[in-house]
Each structure stands twice: as structure tokens, then as C-alpha cells.
């Protein structure tokens, strides 16, 4: 009706796009709404920083913590204002299930399982009811494949020594003992009269007795790593058992030139230039012998394999672990070594490798269990008011085929058992039981004395129980580590014939 | 109602007392009785929540809220207004979800007076949504004619210009942000006002400049633009925001503001063009101030990684995360969340920037989907009353009003939610204060107002004289 009104386009057309965009933009909140709520929600709900759980600590009695054979582990005790706190059985098994303080928070089983204890966490069905409910907490007791007896013992063995022992039932991923040293006491961290003092000394201790050196302690192998090399070599193909190199006995003396690097060996006075294969070469703990294998079987294999293992990961177990490598990955090599040398050394454990004890545990266990890797659990009940759930084994992978695993089995039991090899693992024999194992001196390059290393398992024919056993900065394996794990897998048979 | 246009005199004053007719409007009775259902159906479940007994939980406070909402039907009724009947009632029903949340939170979180008769949170809100109910049916049944917004714009732009300049010099500074401004007794956040005059100002703008922002007679690179100093109200409104960002240090209002501005530029010219350089002004204002500020840094920084520091910097959105997935799908109940623990309150100042946070965990995640429902319809009748309008400035004052509300929701939810770093704006009609209450009410009464299709024509466009009538020809 107007003039101008030609000119005019009605707004119309442009206010549905904005409502298109807005549009969009509700539902992205919607969307964000579900992920927080349903998708992220129940990891959320057990994180020790969700205030319903930092609230139900302070009022409801958290769950108790059993062995094995059903000794008390972790309890609880009510202070002078009524206030609930933890107390702990021994200071021997505080790097296992931690502690949990009103002032210093939670480690351990503690932290891991601290919706579990603490009662947050159920099935899905009583979590649904659970808002129905008059008392909404239902916490759980744990049960340990821990044996406590096992646990001392092994505390015990490693004495003042800095050090770890993991001890573990091959056949299922038990872990029976999981020690670390030096050690603390937990107990006086969760009471609240003894936390400040406590907290305080132990952080200003030289020593790290916080830290848990069986899972997240990271250590060169040494000849330990030679056990991966070999699985890597048989499982790929690259090597049999009766694998031989010419210029092995040629090199005992001088050393086996890499690429410029000198691969040195000491045992020449024993063996002279004999031919090696696995089994010769794992009794007198050849380095040639495996550097030579390491080059024929390539960077890719073994880390492919070491990966098989459980290296290059977290390992999946109960509590947090550190990521054990055989290569720190910076080369362009394959399987990301810097070249032949790094990978020669790396074969025998030396180089950018670095273990945890856990995961050599795991290592000897997969041999053990005819080359089956089981995943390693502490846990083994959760029990609630609504009965007990229990966790059972599960198989990680097949890593290496039974005929592989037995020859490997065979070369770690020559090294225990024949006249060579228990020069390198004195001690590690136990009495009347066949022994496998494989002891390492892990050169630290100059700082102070080598870590001792062993990793083996019983009986050899049938085992029911693989160890670790490092100490650090002890010597030689033959010296210290091999003796502690065959007296500690010696007990255990023992307690359990 | 035609012959109104003729009957009216062109008059600037608004018809305080016009013909009283009164007319039905069953459609926002029979809504605010589903409201009023609801929130009776919230508070005994409320009161079970807290207590485990069978009852209102405040029944007075509720009485009084659902009084002053049917009252105001009433005056609608009564004014006999053909304006939009839907807005009142989830208004409503927001502001009653608001009344239950803080009559269920610590009441000591915000008190008046002292001693016996001192209110407490609940109570005191109570005060400000009743004031708001007043201010909504005041505008919605005495406004008749926009003339009063649509002629002075530049004094309306004045009078906001002179709001934040006062905040800039004589505001409080309040946990490190200088939002409030302080007269004697009385104190507010001038920003909430500040965000309604900025779409008067805009709509007044944009309406009149709307043909010259059309045409495309500058040329930069592949982009067309309308001429120069029509993009000027563009760079002021960039550095407003960033000054609001750099002195008052309130992100929230500055994301509001320049958001609104795009989508009301967008909305009057259809011009992509505009966006894209708004966008490109924003990204690049954005980034000098996080390399600039310490605090605009930290924001971004607690964003993309809360969990990084859960008991420090990320205390508050980590909590908010937490609240969220306590309330799952369907939420704990009205009364079952946790609103204290050791003696302080999960999330800080969970009345004023985590409501919808305190909602999720409550009410669950079909709560906060309903929440946000509500927060579209409030949008969508409003930009519905924006389509259908008379005229430009009438489309554009309907459109931003609704932007204002709507973004500011999306501001805090996405805040709360980690979709955004998190802005100290609060959640229209659902957070503590009387500032945002108060504001967000002018914005319902407003869009109540020009959604009546009696209200007074607007006046015929004027011509264009002196210069620019000589650019708009030269540009033709």
C-alpha cells in the first residue's frame, strides 16, 4: 500500500534460520545433557571426587578387605567423635590395598575400588533402586587372591633392600603376592591423630615408601628380557630351538661387532666355542646368542610380541600400572628403533627397555601356562548385601603356541637346573621341585650397582606358581634375586601340597 | 480493530486506560493449570524428598507464586489484550521450578534483614518473582504502542552506554568481576537491563538502516558490503563486548551481547556476509584476549580439561559434571540430591550459575531436556511473534527479545554442561537474583505487548531526507 513497501522483504525467511541455529544449538545441550548423565555418568558417580562418595566415607562403614584364606586386611575402627576410619593389618601389604584418610584421600584397592567399598557401585538393577531405597549404601567386602602369609614372607625376603616381588598362579592370573619394599603403615595415615606426622615423614622420605614399586616401579631388565626375546623369536618364526649362529663362538672373546657397537659376553670360560641354540644359550645367559636372535627376528616382532605381552600399555589389572617398553619409539627403525645397536641391546634388556615387575611376572606366567596370558587380578569377590559376585579368569591372548612355550620352558629350566646355569641363578633351585627361571643383571650404565633380577616358575612340568623378584641396585641375579624367589616359591608349594 | 488507526491520534505517549473490554483466554488458563498441577505435583514431592511426609513443601510460598500467576491471567483477561497466551504460563512454570529449587537449597545461601523475621533464599525470591510477575502483566496490559521504544533509540542507546560506563567506573567488584553497581540501598546488575536496551536500540537501528544494510555497494575482496559507515554500530558493538570483557571481566554478558547483535544483523539484512566478518571479529577478538588476559586464559583452559585440577581450578564445572551424572536419566527426586556435604555445598554459588546443574541432579536428564524444552517454546514464541509482526521494528524487538532469553539460557546450560567455557551469566527465570528476574521480565512483558495484534499500528516509514537520501540514491 505504500511505496517503500516494495523495498521491504519480509523478515520471516531469516527468523526460521535463526530458529534453525538455535535449533541445533538445544539440541547440542541436549545431547551434552545425555553424554554427562548416561554415557560418562557411571564413571562419574565412583569417582572418589564425586561429593556423594567423599560424603558417604565420613558416615558409612566401608567394606572389609580378606586374603585368600580370609584374614582381615582392612577394617574399620570409630574415633572419639564418632567418626569411622581405617585400620590395616600390616604394613606388608599397604602398597597393595593403600589406604583410604579423610585428609589424604585414597590409594591402593582403596582408591580402585572405592565405589565398591564404599558402597556407590552395585549392579545396574540396585543402582536403579537404589533412589527407592531408605539406606542407599550397600558396601562391599573384598576378597584378595592375596595370600597374607605369602605377602610377609615376601616383605620379609627383600629386607632393607628397595625392591619388589610379584608372585602369581599362572594357570589363573591370581596374584598371590605383590610386594613392594620399603613399605609404610598404612593404618597410621588413616588415623586421623597419627595422619599429619605420618603423611609428612613419608613424603620426605629418600626412599619413595609410597610408591607401589611392583606395578608402577619402571626398571631396566636386563637378562630378564631375554625370556620376551625368545618368545618373540619363536612365535614369529624367525628362530627354532636348535637355532645356531656361526660367528657366535668366534665372538665370545672379543665381543660381536654391531654396526661399530661391541655386544660382550662373559661366560666363554664355561662354554669355549661351542655352537649355542636357545637352550645352551639361555643356561649360560648368552648375550651374542640373543642380540643375534633379536637382529634375525627385527624391531617389528619384537615389539609386536613384547605388545602381546602386555608392554606398551597399562596392563589390565586391579590397580594402576606403568607402561613397560622395549624401545622408547623415537627411531625410525621398525618398531621404532634408533638401529640395529639399540635393538641389539634392547634383546638382551639393556638400551630404552624398561619393566615393571608385574609385567615380567606376567611374562614367566605366560611361559608357564604354555605360552596363555591370563589377565592378573587381585579382586577375586565383591560381596553385598545381594550376595557375592565373583570374578573369575579370563585369558588376555594366546601369545606363543604350547610347542614354542615348552621350549622356552625347557631352556629357563636348564638355566635353574644344569651345572651352567646355576651359576647364575644360585639359589633359585627348589628342593625337589623342578624350577625354571631366568635371573638378569640389569646395568644401570655406570650408576652404582646393577638391579637383581629373577623371573621363573615351578614346577616345571605343571606350574602352579610364577614369580618376579627385582632388588634394586643388590648386584648380581644369581646372587640376590634368584635365592629369594626360590625360597618364597619353595613356601608356597609347600603351603599348598 | 481497524478503526483504531483512524480513531488514535498519532501520539508518542502510551494509552494508559484505554476501552476495557474483557475478553477470554482460555488457552493460558487451561496452561496455567497444567503449571500450577505440576508445580503442586513438585513440591510434595519435594516435601517426601526432604521429610518423607505427605504435604506441600512451603505451601504459602507456592500459594502466593500461583496467586500472583493467576492474578495476572486475570488482568489479561480483564484488559481484554489479544496478545500471546502461551508465554505466561511456561514462564510460569519456570519461575515456579525456580521457586522450588531455592526453597530446597541451604536457606542461608542469600538472606534479608536480620534476626527472627531475616527471609531466606526462598522467600527472598519469592519477593522478586511476584515483583516480576508484576512487571510482565503491567507491560503486557498497559503498553499499547511502541512509539516510546521506536523514537528514541539513540536515547535508549544513550542511557545504556551511560549504564555500563557508571558499572565501569563505580561498580563493586564481586569475586573479581565488576558487575554490580551500587545507588544508597538499592544494587543490581545493570548488564541484565543493559541486554533488553540493547535490542531496543538494535531493533530501532537495524529497522530504520534495514534497506541501505541490504545493498552491497562496498567491495572487500570476494566480500559485498553495505556501505562503510553503516558497519560502524558493528565495530562499536566488537568493542563494547570486548570492554566488557576487559574491565568488567564478564565473558557471559559479552558472548550475550555479541551474539544477539549477529543473529539481529543476520536476521534483518539476510546477509551472510555479516556473519562471516562478526564471526572473523570474534574469533580474532577472542583470541587476543586469551593471549591477553590471565583470566579469559583460564577459562578456556579449565574448559577443554575440568578434570585436569578437580579440587581447584575445575572445582565448580567438575562438580556441575558430577551433579549431572549423580541425576542420570531420571534424577534422584525433588529433595534427594546432595545439597550439602562437610558443611559446604557441592558446587559454589549453585543458586545463581548452576541451576540447571542443581536441576539435573534432581530431576535427571529428562528433567533438563524438559527445562530446555521449555526455554525453546519461550524462543520460539517469541520469534513466531517476530515473523507475524506489522513491521520491521516490531520483527526485530520480537526476534531479539527472544535471542536475548534464549541465548542466555544456551550460555549458562552450555556452561554447565561443558559445551562452553563456563560464563557467570545466570539462567533466565530459574536462577537467584532480582537484576535477571526483573530484566527478564521486561522481555516477557515486552514480547506479551507487540504480540497483541491490537496494539497501535506502526507509524508509517518515513522518508528518507537530507544525506541520506543522497547516499541512498547514490547508491541505487
Sequence with gaps: MLATSSRRRPLGRTIVHVALVLSVAFGTLAAAGGYWAVVKGPELVRSPYDPAVIAAARTVPRGTI???????????????????????????????????????????????????????????????????????????????????????????????????????DPRNGEVLALASTPTYAASELADPATADQTFQALQDANDQPLLPRATLGRYVPGSVFKVVTAIAGLGSGSITPRTTYE???????????????????????????????????????????????????GGANLVDYAGRLGFGAPLPFDLPTTISQVTNGSGDAPGGFVDDVELANASYGQAETFVTPLQMALVAGTVANGGELMRPRLVTGITGERGTRTIGPTTVSRVIEG???????????????????????????????????????????????????????????????????????????????APIAGDLMGLWLDSTR | MTGAAGRAPATSLPRILGPIRPRPR??????????????????????????????????????????????????????????????????????????????????????????ESALGL??????????????????????????????YKYTWAAVGIALLLLTFVFGADVAGQRLTLRLGPISGQPSELLKVILVVFLAGYLSENRPLLIEQDTRLGPLKLPPLPYLAPMVAMWAIALGIVVIQRDLGAALLFYAVFLALTYAATGRL?????????????????????EHVRDRIDIWIDPFADPLGAGYQIVQSLHAFARGGLLGTGLGEGLPMVGGRLPIPEVHTDFPLAALGEELGLVGVIAILGLYFVVIQRGLRIGASAADDFRAILATGLALVVGVQAFIIAAGNLKVLPLTGVTLPFVSYGGSSLLANAVVVGLLLAISDRGVEPPPAPSEATGWRRRLRRGSA
Design chain 2, 273 to 293: 556476509s555479516l556473519v562471516v566478518i562478526g564471526l572473523v571479529l570474534f574469533v580474532a577478538g577472542s583470541a587476543l584476549m586469551a593471549n591477553l588476559f
Design chain 1, 403 to 481: 610347542a614354542d612355550a615348552a621350549a622356552i620352558t625347557e631352556a629357563m629350566t636348564a638355566a635353574v637346573e644344569s651345572e651352567w646355569g646355576r651359576r647364575y641363578t644360585t639359589g633359585a633351585k627348589i628342593p625337589g621341585v623342578t624350577t625354571a627361571g631366568k635371573s638378569g643383571t640389569a646395568e644401570l650404565g655406570g650408576q652404582g650397582e646393577p638391579h637383581s633380577w629373577f623371573i621363573g616358575f615351578a614346577p616345571a612340568e605343571a606350574p602352579t606358581v610364577a614369580i618376579a623378584v627385582l632388588v634394586e641396585q643388590a648386584g648380581r641375579g644369581a646372587e640376590v634375586a
Design chain 1, 66 to 168: 580378606r586374603d585368600r584364606d580370609g584374614e582381615t586386611l582392612a577394617r574399620n575402627e570409630t574415633d572419639a567423635n564418632g567418626e569411622l576410619y581405617r585400620v590395616y593389618r600390616t604394613p606388608a601389604v599397604s602398597q597393595v590395598v593403600g589406604y583410604a584418610s579423610s585428609r589424604y584421600g585414597r590409594a591402593g584397592l582403596e582408591l580402585a575400588y572405592d565405589a565398591e567399598l564404599s558402597g556407590l557401585a552395585g549392579d545396574p538393577v540396585a543402582d536403579a533402586l537404589r533412589k527407592f531405597g531408605t539406606d542407599p549404601y550397600d558396601p562391599k567386602d573384598l576378597t584378595l587372591s592375596l595370600s597374607l602369609e605369602l605377602q610377609r614372607a615376601a616383605v620379609r625376603a627383600l629386607g632393607d633392600h628397595s625392591g619388589a616381588v610379584v608372585m602369581l
Design chain 1, 247 to 297: 660367528q657366535q663362538p668366534t665372538s665370545e672373546e672379543d665381543g660381536l661387532l654391531v654396526s661399530g657397537f661391541r655386544v660382550r659376553d662373559g661366560h666363554h670360560l664355561f662354554t669355549g666355542s661351542r655352537l649355542l641354540d636357545l637352550v645352551g644359550a639361555t643356561e649360560v645367559s648368552c648375550n651374542i646368542w640373543y642380540a643375534l636372535t633379536g637382529l634375525e627376528t
Design chain 2, 26 to 115: 482460555w488457552v493460558e488458563a487451561r496452561l496455567l493449570a497444567l503449571a500450577a498441577v505440576t508445580l503442586l505435583v513438585g513440591s510434595v514431592s519435594l516435601r517426601l524428598g526432604v521429610d518423607g511426609q505427605f504435604g506441600l513443601f512451603d505451601a504459602r510460598g507456592l500459594g502466593i507464586y500461583l496467586a500472583a500467576l493467576a492474578l495476572a491471567h486475570v488482568a489479561q483477561v480483564l484488559a481484554g489484550r489479544r496478545s500471546d497466551q502461551v508465554l505466561l504460563p511456561v514462564v510460569g512454570l519456570l519461575g515456579g521450578v525456580s521457586l522450588l529449587l531455592m526453597q530446597r537449597l541451604p536457606q542461608g545461601l542469600v538472606t534479608l534483614g536480620e534476626g
Design chain 2, 122 to 151: 526462598g522467600d527472598v525470591q519469592l519477593i522478586w518473582l511476584v515483583l516480576a510477575i508484576v512487571v510482565i502483566t503491567t507491560l503486557a496490559t498497559v503498553v499499547r504502542s511502541d512509539a516510546w521504544l521506536r523514537r
